[in-house]
């Protein structure tokens, strides 16, 4: 993979996009190993995601193709390579580990910087995997002064993502200000059921059949980020709230995995508060 | 399953409540099928479903079980046998043809006794299917005057159970008091996201990657009545609204058939608005 | 739909193909609504599914994408429009009422044009939704004789497809040989289990968990053709025989309508015994 | 937890077994918490969990239902407490990682007495989590030789059960002798489809748009032992063979785990080579 490179382009739909973009391609011998487009109706948007193999020259085929294309156009094109992110977590460790141990047997496609929490209790099994744990503790800070603290860490590693790994404090618009489609949490339950305090307490009382997780990108309205991932189980009326916590905690890693999977291969696009991305 | 009977008891949870009732049955000698027992923890509610097969007095087995359970116990005894139900609909046709189909082959146990419709579009099926469709109008009536006359036509039917097959209008407390835990409606999303008007819309327009349906008994609070049954299937950036509500008739068909199923063999009870279910 | 236009595009993968086709398109001013192509790497053989809307010129477009694509390319162009399909079915309802329903309210994108079943019991509902339906017996006739029936009857309506819907008979090879990837059929079972006759008593003496059905283009090995939809719904203890069937039943009529939906909007391609669909 | 006891009953069916044993729960002033009851008809076999909470004498509730039961019940009273677990691997990560985190944080209601590898490669691992490893190499050694020193290992722990958490080895029926209805494999696809070797290959080639995991006991014959869990998950023609080994990597963690906890609290039973399981 490490040959390889990815080109994304984001821009308003017209006719002729894809012959432009494939002419360019095809003209300069580019090995295309993927290649997907989208048309999002609703917002007249064309996505495309492009995989070439081989050696090129990144900043000539930026060119090459913004010469062609709109003048809205927003083109990457870089290599294929690991991203790096910083995991915030509170407590629980369901979300954590699942990362911890794909990471350390190469399976994320990203290096975890770090692991910052708010409470000692995740150390030990980070220390055991060999990756960096701070403690940011927000009792006896101002909101102000926890965020601070916050953003001085993360700011040291420079990630690509910041992953909420079940971490249950809301972080003000200063803070998510940095970090537009940069933050991905995962909420406990299938949104927009359910948003914000005590998911699982919410479903229990309702007498849901269904329970569910959804990955979101973080904005500054409570859990109403693009949504990048959610799966649901079946649950019945034997389940008491524990049970539902501990189902729950099975679909919340499944699907803070999958949203990352597709966030780290940059299969992921936003437009209008909606995902679109190429599997 | 004519020679079948049913007993069901709800009362509050007590030491050796299976006991003496397993006693009875047994000093009785009668043949039980199947029995299920579940206390709710919640609300330390105890509920039990049994099948008993042969001949036998209801009345007698009503008294001894009476003789042996708490006062508050809510216990009923008859004979297994088809349910009567009316049908209500408005203008689309996937719930109601579903329900029709089953109940031509026999496979609802249920009969159905009519639809009431508030447009005319349905009544070629039901005349087809050989089932009496009854037009009942909104237009250029007050709500009264509608609900009245629904009310009207539904008692000369006397039915177990009303079913909104896409039934689009909210019915009002006056009329639903007749009818505790008796109407079933299907709601074409995942209860409680997209309460009200427009689910599909909504969806969209939030990204979801999951759309489902919830059928729920009707209460006088707007989709908030116990729910019987969900289903959720996944969805993409590809579905356009349309696509959803396409998608959406697959599982609304489903889910009614199966909280129909569950209901018409008397398998749900109801406690603080949540069901019990004895599959 | 009935402006818009079909092309579908099979060949050996080689660069700049989506280049010349794109240029075709783009050359003409053809108004592209959906494109999707995909490379099988397995057998280095592209695929491309394109939707036009507007007039065209099927005849000079054809020769234009056949002057820039490879030698071996399968190429078609032709306007979208509803299919014409014959169902084959034996005694059970399910699937075929089912499909009845959907063409009823024109959501099949087919026309029905008969019903073939091998028993009068099917006739009754044919008649009640004005579909022919015509018996051929199979009793009292050799194999060859019941064929060279079916097979006169079928040749009078040409068909685009042949759906076996819940057709209990295995069709040999002298008949299969006419409709190559144009018959359809629905298998009780996920297979590759349970291959051949009574695959729910295969799976309940198996003990599974979970139970399924395959729709699938008939071969001459007996269900091993192309595998065009599956889904799976899981079971356990408490289902005795007749649940399973009953519960199949659902899976089965929901995979056949998401076969046939796939089928006949022309999103099937087929390839080494593997089908690439474009949703 | 560590208060309570569990009740397991196997017998052949006869009318008023739940009288009396619950007349002996009830006489002896015991409080039930959860009580389950299955008669399997194929068999005609009753099955009963319970679940008692406070100081019992296991002893005297043991011979006090052995009083009332059939000669055939088998019987077995115990406090409920962890189980100990051998865990035997062979290269891959997934299952033994996924088991050893849960283990780590008090999750798993199992004691991982020791993982046992063919391989150094998951040793590091183990090391981290101070969970004991043991190389027992089948290189450069006989059938015989290598199962005798495996069985050897086994029997210094002693333990409840054997988890085979992708261990890709075939044991001897000699060896499975010593442990029926104790060794738990986790086979990597739907089964009865695809048993034996590379089931991916198998699943790849036959174009299957399912894939799934089954976990099982197991006997002597390959793949065939009680199903104790299975899921599955849709896949599609853009999944090559290694996207089918990465999606079903996710779901045989999940169904081991799934039988695991179903296992390690008693709640399964086996028939006729299928399982009853009270959830």
Same mark, same amino acid.
């Not at 399976?107 to 975890?112: D, G, K, P, Q, T």
């Given at each position: 993979m490490l040959n390889n490179h990815l080109v994304r382009i984001q821009c308003l739909d017209k006719k002729g996009l894809i012959a432009r973009i494939s002419g360019v391609l095809y003209e300069n011998n580019h090995n295309v190993l993927i290649m997907k487009e989208f048309v999002e109706e609703d917002s007249n948007t064309f996505f495309a995601r492009i995989e070439l193999s081989g050696e090129l020259n990144t900043v000539k085929l930026h060119q090459e193709l913004d010469n062609v294309l709109p003048k809205d156009a927003i083109i990457t094109v870089h290599p294929r390579q690991k991203k790096k992110i910083v995991i915030l977590v509170t407590k629980e460790h369901h979300c954590l580990t699942d990362l911890l141990i794909r990471h350390h047997f190469n #399976?994320? $496609? /990203?290096?975890?910087q770090a692991v910052i929490g708010?409470?000692? !209790?995740l150390e030990e099994i980070c220390n055991r995997l060999s990756i960096p744990f701070l403690l940011v503790k927000? #009792? $006896? +800070?101002s909101r102000e002064e926890f965020e601070s603290s916050l953003r001085h860490q993360i700011r040291e590693y420079n990630p690509d993502f910041i992953v %909420? /790994?079940?971490?249950m404090r809301i972080l003000s618009p200063w803070f998510v200000s940095y970090y537009e489609n940069k933050i991905i949490n995962i909420h406990h +339950?299938? %949104? @927009? /059921?359910?948003? !914000? /305090?005590h998911p699982y307490k919410q479903a229990y009382n309702r007498g849901v059949k269904i329970i569910g997780a959804t990955a979101h990108f973080v904005t500054n309205? %409570? &859990? &109403? !980020? @693009?949504?990048i991932s959610q799966k649901t189980i079946e649950v019945n009326h034997e389940y008491e709230l524990k049970d539902m916590v501990e189902a729950g905690h099975e679909i919340e890693k499944a699907v803070l995995a999958d949203a990352l999977k597709k966030v780290l291969h940059d299969q992921v696009f936003v437009v209008n508060n909606r995902t679109v991305i190429f599997d």
């Open positions: #399976e994320l $496609n /990203a290096e975890i708010t409470y000692q !209790g927000h #009792e $006896n +800070s %909420l /790994a079940k971490f +339950s299938f %949104l @927009p /059921a359910f948003v !914000g /305090a309205t %409570l &859990d &109403d !980020g @693009p949504i």
